[in-house]
């Protein structure tokens, strides 16, 4: 076992996939901001569509294997990517001198462990969501010396299931941009067309993967029930996932699908949030929500399941309305009382922006966790 090091100067950001979406841009994200405050960042993950971000950053990549769990059954990348895992990162710490891992995926938590053990190099888990107490994946995960935990909610369920001390756990929340730019009315017009939305019809926006976790099935049967009153609303759902062919099969099933467009990953996400007259989450589960933060900070309201940190940022009757989880005729109600009051969007919405620039915007976020890494790097030196 290599002796501990004294500083973090190296971050090694550990990720599954690049792909679109809320975890991985903000895994993506923090890699980004590590590298402008100066420190030497890579990023260890399958390759996805936010590589030539990372490019055009400078910013050094280095492919695992069978770890993504949308492309890869569970046991293929137990039996195969944490072994392989291991032996990747264990390399990339001692060629590149990797003093830090920094870990966004649970998986990867066996083989950071390994690797951490075995070098030196400190390991910091972000807990992005909530586990349950009985969730198998919790004995197999182990958090790292160091967690960060994206919400207070999530801070209480990682001291309380996993067992953490209150004092390795600190809280940095998610953040979106706040100087954001709504799309042109030439732009708007053009996106109709390609999705072919009636002129004038009113949209709302889902900014999720296509899983389980993120209950599009019970979006779309609230939005049977929406859709009998506001017959000229239109559902998009942008993301993309293993339950898209189940969740239009679904669509057709409840004779819904001419006002559901699935438009799979957007590579420019303001042209949503732009054309949107409010957004929608009905997941089972969440740490805090990055597509509400980024609506928020286009002046769009939000209705959004009471899980996990969501209750943090979705204040009802200031910044959204808030439902139960797996209730479709509550979030058909919310969704329609929205859809029918025009005053109410503008004030939820602008309350909404309002918190993100005060409390979530990305330049704090990357101040916050600029000086978290070099506060560790001063306790170690301690040590």
């Known amino acids: 076992m290599v002796t501990n090091r004294s500083k973090v100067s190296k971050i090694l950001v550990v990720l599954h996939a690049l792909r679109p979406g809320g975890a991985e841009g903000v895994a993506v994200y923090d890699a980004i901001s590590l590298s402008n405050q100066g420190f030497a960042v890579g990023l260890a993950s399958e390759r996805g569509a936010l590589e030539k971000e990372l490019h055009a950053r400078a910013i050094r990549f280095h492919r695992l294997y069978f770890v993504d769990p949308e492309r890869y059954p569970k046991w293929l990348r137990y ?14 710490v001692l060629r590149h001198k990797y003093d830090c891992l920094y870990v966004h995926h649970r998986q990867s938590g066996i083989p950071s462990t390994v690797v951490s053990w075995l070098t030196g190099a400190k390991y910091v888990f972000i807990s992005s969501s ?68 009636p002129t004038g019809s009113q949209v709302v926006a889902c900014v999720a993967s296509l899983v389980k976790v993120k209950g599009h099935d ?41 006002c559901v467009r699935f438009l799979g990953y957007v590579d420019d996400i303001s042209i949503i949030y732009s054309r949107a ?46 439902v139960e989880p797996d209730n479709p005729e509550q979030l058909a109600q919310a969704i329609m009382r929205l859809l029918s009051d025009t005053q109410l969007r503008q004030q939820l919405g602008q309350a909404g922006r309002h918190l993100v620039v005060e409390k979530y915007s990305a330049s704090m976020r990357e101040l916050v966790l600029g000086y978290y890494f070099r506060d560790l790097g001063r306790k170690l030196c301690l040590q």
């Open 218 to 258: 019970i979006l779309l049967s609230a939005w049977k029930q929406v859709i009998y009153h506001f017959p000229q609303a239109v559902l998009i759902l942008t993301g993309d996932g293993p339950l898209k062919k189940r969740l239009q099969s679904q669509c057709k099933q409840l004779g819904i699908a001419q």
């Open 130 to 197: 909530e586990q349950g107490k009985y969730n198998r994946g919790r004995f197999l995960t182990p958090l790292g010396q160091h967690v960060i935990a994206v919400s207070e909610q999530v801070k209480r369920n990682v001291i309380t299931n996993f067992h953490v001390p209150v004092r390795m756990v600190t809280v940095i929340p998610n953040a979106t941009k706040t100087d954001v730019v709504k799309v042109d009315e030439r732009s708007l017009r053009a996106f109709d067309e390609e999705w072919s939305i």
């Open 79 to 92: 039996l195969l990517g944490l072994p392989i895992s291991t032996v990747i990162l264990f390399d990339l």
């Open 277 to 322: 007259s409010l957004v929608v989450l009905a997941s089972r589960s969440e740490g805090l929500p990055l597509c509400i933060l980024e609506a928020f900070a286009y002046g769009l309201p939000a209705v959004a399941t009471a899980v996990s940190g969501t209750p943090e940022i979705v204040m009802p009757e200031k910044t959204g309305l808030l």
